[in-house]
């Protein structure tokens, strides 16, 4: 199993320029989720999923949008870039809900640099 | 608002010392609370994680040390060797579907 796979490494991109941060797992998880990591904040949910066709905001959703449209892919969008969303983005998988004692798995993440 | 108060931000510690890293949460809901490892250029990692049933849980030479009434809880890591120079997060779950994870402690384990 590759796990939780996300593309790409890293990206550089101008204020307002739009992209989709891709992620997919093989592991047949229904539970998906975007993180974002910024130094002296930890990590912060932006969207999850609790299923294909099933998304929800978590704790920083602004300026994001996510779809789920297979159980495997979830990707993230953003529609116009703002230096404020420099940051390293992870997505992670797990069985169950987040709220549970199920492991959540994390993958290598992506490096988004705006200007 | 800080859900879970993480510290210290930074940790050095000889090899073979005790590291120590604490955590602190407010809400009583909180009924999981997992920590997580993470090398550099990497995702994070489960490492150990308690419900607040047990006071501790050891697996190796990771223990989670969990007071309820102080809603406290640490991860001590007993002869620290340099590969467990990592970021390390704690995180706490259990209402919704959200985790909620501390700022990080960056421990360096010196030779």
């Known amino acids: 199993n590759a796990g939780v796979t996300q593309t790409p490494k890293f990206q550089v991109l101008k204020t307002g320029q739009s992209m989709t941060l891709q992620c997919a797992q093989d592991m047949n998880h229904e539970y998906m989720s975007w993180y974002r990591q910024d130094p002296g904040m930890g990590l912060r949910l932006i969207h999850y999923?609790?299923?294909?066709?099933?998304?929800d905001q978590g704790e920083v959703p602004n300026g994001y949008n996510v779809s789920r449209s297979t159980t495997e892919d979830f990707p993230l969008r953003l529609l116009s870039a703002a230096p404020s969303q420099t940051s390293v983005y992870f997505c992670?998988?797990?069985?169950?809900?987040?709220?549970?004692?199920?492991?959540?798995?994390f993958g290598p993440g992506t490096r988004l640099t705006v200007l | 608002q800080q859900q879970v108060k993480q510290s210290p931000q930074s940790l050095i510690v000889q090899k073979g010392g005790i590291s120590i890293i604490n955590c602190a949460y407010e809400?009583?809901?909180?009924?999981?609370f997992p920590w997580y490892q993470q090398f550099p250029g990497k995702g994070p990692a489960l490492l150990i994680a308690?419900?607040?049933?047990?006071s501790e849980k050891k697996e190796g030479r990771f223990t989670i040390s969990f007071n309820k009434s102080a809603k406290q809880f640490s991860l001590h890591i007993m002869d620290s060797q340099p590969g467990d120079s990592a970021t390390y997060f704690c995180?706490?779950?259990?209402?919704?579907?959200?985790?909620?994870f501390g700022t990080g402690t960056s421990l360096t384990v010196i030779p």
């Open positions: 308690i419900r607040p049933d047990v």
């Open positions: 992670a998988s797990s069985w169950g809900l987040a709220g549970t004692t199920d492991t959540q798995y």
């Open positions: 809400n009583t809901a909180f009924d999981y």
């Open positions: 995180a706490a779950s259990g209402f919704g579907n959200q985790f909620y």
């Open positions: 999923s609790v299923g294909a066709g099933i998304t």
